[in-house]
C-alpha cells in the first residue's frame, strides 16, 4: 500500500465518523432523542477514533497512529456492546429509534468492530512506513475531511453540556438541563 492509498482510506474513514456523529445529533435534534451517558461514551470513542486517523493525515502513516485508534475502537465497542446487552433481553424496546433494524449502539459496536479489522489489515502493508520522513501532501478533500469531524465533534460536545449541564447526565435523560427551568411554585 502506498501512503496516498493510506491518506485516502483514512480520510474516507473520517467521513464515515463524521455521517455517524452528524446522523446521531441529527436524531438527537430532530426526533428530540437525547443521548444516554453511554451513548455520549460512543460518540468520545469515535472522535477518539479520529484523532488517530487525523495524526496519520497530519504525519503519515505510523503503526503508533493504527494504534491509537485500535485502542480507541477497542473502548468504543467495550461501551457498544455494553449498551447492546443491557437491551438483549425479548420484548426490551431498546432506546431510541432503530435503523433497519438496529439501534445506534448496534451499529456503533459493528462500526467499531470493523475500524478494528480494518487498521489491522492496514498494519500488513509495512511499505507505507518505509522511509518516510515527510507528511503527506494534502487536498482540499482530505483537509475537508478533517474540518468536518472536528466541527461536528464540537457540535456534538455543545449538545452533551446543554443536554447534562456541568454535573452527572441523567441515565435516561429527558430535558436538556441548561434549557430547562425548573418549576418554582
Not at 81 to 86: A, K, N
Not at 107 to 126: D, Q, R
Not at 149 to 177: M, R
Request: aromatic share 12%.
Amino acid at each position: 500500500m502506498t501512503p496516498r492509498i493510506a491518506v485516502l482510506l483514512n480520510t474516507l474513514g473520517l467521513y464515515a465518523i463524521s455521517v455517524v456523529l452528524l446522523a446521531a445529533f441529527v436524531f438527537q435534534i430532530t426526533l428530540q432523542e437525547l443521548p444516554c451517558p453511554l451513548c455520549l461514551l460512543q460518540r468520545v470513542a469515535f472522535t477518539a477514533l479520529a484523532v488517530g486517523l487525523i495524526l496519520t493525515l497530519r504525519y503519515g502513516p505510523k503503526p503508533s497512529h493504527y494504534g491509537l485508534t485500535i485502542i480507541a475502537a477497542l473502548a468504543g465497542a467495550g461501551i457498544a456492546g455494553r449498551q447492546v446487552l443491557l437491551h438483549i433481553q425479548p420484548g426490551d424496546p431498546g432506546f431510541g429509534s432503530s435503523i433497519l433494524g438496529f439501534h445506534f449502539y448496534t451499529w456503533a459496536f459493528i462500526f467499531f468492530i470493523g475500524a478494528i479489522a480494518a487498521c489491522a489489515a492496514v498494519l500488513l502493508f509495512n511499505k507505507q512506513f518505509a522511509g518516510r520522513d515527510q507528511p503527506p501532501s494534502l487536498g482540499l478533500f482530505d483537509r475537508v475531511a478533517v474540518w468536518l469531524v472536528i466541527s461536528i465533534t464540537f457540535v456534538n460536545a455543545a449538545g452533551a453540556l446543554i443536554e447534562c449541564g456541568v454535573g452527572f447526565c441523567p441515565a435516561n435523560p429527558v430535558v436538556y438541563e441548561l434549557l430547562h427551568r425548573p418549576d418554582t411554585t
